[in-house]
């Protein structure tokens, strides 16, 4: 006689939310239709077993929706046959959230619930069944190789689950062994042909470096006006609007009134706090009315999402990793008398959909987004009558990014109806109302990328044509940092050079290989953006060797440079993509390194032992050292303005005028052997 077991669902409880209901039964049976699957988050039915969509929204740990839906396959009214296999979708996913020994996250549940749509929509229309689409391996490669090759990765995680829950449970027998294998190998087949989000053109990140940081240089002159105009309208329900709508609302509202509403206008409050001209220039840029109190929302919503970017930009994290920082994410921590910054947060990335804590080191231009995007969420917090308090254990209870409707709603809204706390709905890509930040793409972006990856046809791809707009989103910054960050001597714009600088030498500290504070970061997770940066540096130099070395215009000097010019940079000499890659290939396995120096390049695999010892002049008779005539000039002429500051005949200056008169000796005889050509 079968035993009832008591199951209790596998869901990870945010903030008091209540849990769905437990389940007493034998293995391999439901519950019935009227089982409460999930609740809401005052402990009410949000769904039932018999309800074709699930509402787990109280679980999501970002607070935002999340549906659970079988049935959206179907078109119209649905037949028996797919009765049964939605009755079979529900079956399963309730074995994987109440029969399985680990929890999952939401995101993995979603995941695993639309993958079973697709083969759920792929079995009915190829006039199979469930047992023969999960037992025959033909079948399961026929489904990838038919429309579905986006859910290679998302497939494998569902067999397993179905192995170990066993066919006693889900009612099917499900193949392993070598269809995993099987199944792996042609996942990365797949990813070895998606295209690769593409680092940002050094141009057009520079553009959008200086526009971010201008924005936000805007927003901090006049931050106090504008959030005291924030407080304004938000303690006052009738403030702000127009005197038509200050009565329709208070009317709304059952407030009492005079037959004269005295509250102030919208504009009225812009004069007062004195932002007639920042809204007249939040105007210019996005084209939108600057008369109504939506015009204040649309602002802030603006401000938030460029701060997002610039901590994309100044950090490397996800977009979901921005979206899940908590209120207090800055920390300033002090090594060796200087001060570093670093951004403390959340990950799920292969952690099963598990929120689990680690960080990320910034600059202080991401130090002072976070800043902002602080002040903004205040407002709101003050509003809600709840200060965020810091806590390592109430993950999101106070999210950086809060949503501002709650500024509108609890203006007239009493405790009980009070909305709880959950991150704004800001996209990863920029929408519309962004142009002055997105540059077009030029010809030279275009030859730019193909430097960056020559097999890629950048030509060939709409997104990358001449003339459109820079088809921006939030991964972009994170593989571009990674790649200028990693070696500055690839950015070829001073003024880009000296924006990344600083974060550089922040990465440099914390991420470098051998550092304690990165392998720290690893060993939690081999995804973390350290290991990124860390992994770009071959790459990084790679590039920054065949732009400047094998690519240059200029003659090349120096021992290094002297060879490539003889062996390398012959007659007609093309640089193929083959022996591109080769060049790459060679910075991977550690047979070549390159870092540009002052005057010019040094491809010593090692640490350098010639500087220390020749101060600027070491690299003259380095046989790793490459040489260019137009730094050779540059350097001579700042020796020569610094020897003109010291005062003759002393130490200092006879130990600089050696070196100045040793770079004119090596200039005049690189000019008689360019006579001699």
């Not at 037949?79 to 399985?100: G, S, T, V």
């Not at 100044?314 to 994410?329: A, W």
């Not at 991401?366 to 969420?377: E, F, H, N, P």
Request: charged share 25%; proline share 3%; hydrophobic share 35%.
């Amino acid at each position: 006689m079968n035993k009832r077991i008591i199951y209790e669902p596998k869901v990870n409880i945010h903030f008091n939310t209540i849990a769905p209901d437990t389940f007493s039964g034998i293995p391999g049976t439901h519950p019935s239709d009227d089982f409460v699957v999930s609740r809401k988050h005052n402990g009410g039915v949000a769904s039932l077993y018999g309800d074709n969509t699930w509402d787990w929204s109280a679980y999501e740990h970002t607070n935002n929706s999340l549906l659970l839906i079988f049935d959206s396959w179907v078109e119209g009214i649905p037949n028996q046959k797919q009765l049964n296999i939605i009755k079979q979708l529900k079956l399963i996913m309730f074995a994987i959230i109440w029969f399985r020994k680990e929890a999952l996250g939401t995101r993995s549940l979603q995941q695993r619930t639309i993958i079973l749509r697709d083969i759920a929509r792929y079995v009915d229309s190829n006039n199979i069944t469930l047992q023969q689409f999960f037992n025959d391996a033909n079948i399961l490669t026929c489904f990838l190789k038919d429309r579905y090759a986006t859910r290679i990765s998302h497939l494998p995680p569902l067999i397993k689950d179905l192995i170990k829950l066993g066919q006693n449970i889900v009612g099917i027998k499900v193949l392993g062994g070598k269809t995993l294998k099987q199944l792996s190998n042609l996942k990365s087949k797949y990813l070895a042909q998606c295209l690769q989000h593409p680092p940002i053109p050094s141009r057009i990140y520079l553009h959008l470096i200086i526009a971010l940081n201008k924005e936000l240089d805007e927003f901090e002159a006049e931050a106090n006006n504008v959030l005291a105009l924030l407080d304004a309208c938000s303690e006052n329900a009738l403030s702000g609007l127009t005197e038509h709508s200050q009565k329709r609302k208070a009317k709304q509202l059952g407030i009492v009134t005079n037959s004269k509403i005295s509250h102030p206008t919208f504009s009225e409050l812009v004069n007062t706090y004195g932002l007639h001209n920042y809204f007249s220039l939040y105007k210019s840029k996005t084209g939108l009315d600057i008369n109504s109190t939506r015009t204040l929302s649309g602002l802030l919503r603006r401000i938030l999402h460029i701060c997002k970017q610039t901590i994309h930009l100044y950090s490397g994290m996800r977009d979901s990793e921005v979206l899940n920082l908590p209120f207090h994410c800055h920390e300033i921590i002090r090594i060796n008398g200087k001060s570093h910054h670093r951004i403390l947060g959340w990950t799920t990335k292969l952690n099963h959909g598990h929120l689990k804590p680690t960080n990320w080191v910034t600059s202080t231009e991401g130090a002072r987004a976070i800043d902002i995007s602080q002040k903004i969420a205040m407002v709101v917090y003050k509003k809600i009558g709840d200060l965020p308090k810091k806590s390592s254990k109430r993950i999101n209870k106070y999210p950086l990014f809060v949503s501002l409707g709650y500024l509108e709603q609890l203006s007239h809204e009493t405790e009980s109806s009070a909305p709880r706390y959950h991150i704004g709905n800001y996209s990863g890509k920029f929408i519309d109302n962004f142009p002055n930040l997105i540059s077009k793409i030029e010809e030279s972006d275009i030859k730019e990328l193909e430097k960056i990856d020559p097999h890629r046809s950048w030509r060939s791809e709409v997104r990358f044509q001449v003339g459109n707009p820079w088809p921006l989103s939030s991964h972009q910054f994170r593989r571009s940092l990674a790649i200028y960050a990693s070696n500055s001597g690839y950015v070829s714009l001073p003024t880009l050079r000296r924006y990344l600088q600083h974060i550089t030498e922040e990465m440099t500290i914390f991420y470098a290989r051998g550092s304690a504070f990165a392998k720290d970061l690893i060993k939690n997770s081999r995804s973390h953006f350290a290991k990124e940066y860390q992994d770009s540096q071959p790459e990084s130099q790679a590039l920054a060797y065949i732009a400047h070395v094998l690519l240059s215009d200029e003659r090349l000097f120096g021992t290094h440079g002297e060879w490539i010019e003889r062996h390398v940079r012959t007659i007609g000499f093309n640089l193929s993509k083959n022996s591109r890659m080769e060049t790459l290939y060679k910075f991977k396995r550690g047979e070549i390194s390159y870092r540009e120096t002052h005057l010019g390049g040094c491809t010593e695999l090692g640490k350098c032992d010639k500087k220390a010892l020749r101060s600027i002049i070491g690299c003259l008779d380095c046989n790793r050292s490459v040489i260019k005539l137009s730094k050779l000039e540059r350097l001579i002429k700042v020796q020569k303005s610094l020897i003109e500051r010291l005062k003759p005949e002393t130490m200092e200056w006879r130990t600089e005028n050696a070196d100045l008169e040793a770079l004119q000796t090596y200039r005049d005889r690189i000019l008689s052997k360019e006579l001699l050509q």
